[in-house]
């Protein structure tokens, strides 16, 4: 079974910058589309941004320009550099990973942007 390991949240000001990274352990990372959603509260959890296999990116476009999705098949790490943060970027993160089509979850980082 996949597990994933979020880091990287907290709070920042509006403009500012955070970078998210998501660790799997087990399985063939590689082989593994991986992605980054987010839930506010009192809102359903959507998709930010995935990456294939191959390195193929897409980003919702709340975020396109601002966020960049990033892998590292080596260290089994995908990354979500965002910048330009806005309020409305306030939430909680998971880190996903589809595999042998199964999908896992990590437990979720805060970023918090205030105004």
């Known amino acids: 079974q996949v597990q994933l390991v979020e880091s990287g949240g907290g709070l920042v000001q509006a403009g500012e910058s955070l970078r998210l990274s998501c660790a799997a352990s087990?399985?063939?990372?590689?082989?593994?589309?991986m992605g980054w959603y987010r839930q506010a509260p009192g809102k359903q959890r959507e998709l930010v941004s995935t990456?294939?296999?191959?390195?193929?990116?897409y980003y919702d476009d709340s975020v396109k320009g601002r966020f960049a999705i990033s892998r590292d098949n080596a260290k089994r790490t995908v990354d979500l550099q965002m910048n330009s943060l806005k309020p409305d970027d306030t939430a909680v993160y998971y880190c996903?990973?589809?595999?042998?089509?199964?999908?896992?979850w990590g437990q979720g980082t805060q970023v918090t942007v205030s105004s």
């Open positions: 990456i294939t296999t191959d390195g193929s990116a």
């Open positions: 996903n990973a589809n595999f042998r089509s199964a999908n896992y």
């Open positions: 087990r399985g063939a990372f590689s082989i593994m589309s």
